[in-house]
């Protein structure tokens, strides 16, 4: 029998957590307190920001009629869709960013060759319009869950059937 080896195990150095500094600090709550003061002081603006949104995505929707959903208005209607996405929850409608999460697949975030029926497409603007015109601010909201996942469903199968 011939004589083994000794195993030696070699644990390299760290150089990741040299580079970070250690373990995460704790969460400053002072920092915390103040920049939720500073979001319920503009918070009395978001009626308006959402109004200015809304308008953007409504005037992006017009000019994709006009032109007859050219590529250069469909990306414009993804660009505002896509930026309610992400502001209408801070702004208190997350219905909004939900209806305009399932326009975005339709215009571009993930399935930019499917062609999608124009009356789908509205019928996401005009979603987004009821639920801001009509201050429907909960993701509760029975009719507007009802209408979200209605939206949603369609986009599946539109999807589904496009390979």
Request: net charge neutral.
């Amino acid at each position: 029998m011939t004589k083994q080896k000794p195993i030696e195990i070699i644990t390299p150095p760290n150089a990741l957590k040299a580079k970070v500094g250690g373990a995460i600090p704790a969460l400053d709550q002072k920092a915390i307190a103040r920049a939720e003061a500073a979001l319920e002081r503009m918070s009395v603006q978001f009626a308006d920001w959402i109004n200015e949104e809304l308008a953007q995505l409504l005037d992006a929707w017009a000019k994709y009629e006009a032109a007859h959903g050219s590529a250069a208005a469909r990306s414009e209607l993804h660009r505002r869709a896509h930026d309610l996405k992400g502001l209408a929850p801070t702004y208190g409608y997350p219905l909004v960013g939900r209806i305009c999460a399932s326009l975005c697949k339709l215009t571009g975030d993930e399935h930019a060759q499917i062609n999608p029926p124009e009356k789908l497409l509205k019928a996401h603007v005009d979603a987004a319009k009821a639920a801001v015109l009509g201050k429907i601010m909960g993701a509760d909201h029975p009719v507007g869950i009802a209408l979200a996942v209605e939206l949603e469903t369609q986009v599946k199968t539109l999807i589904a059937s496009n390979g």
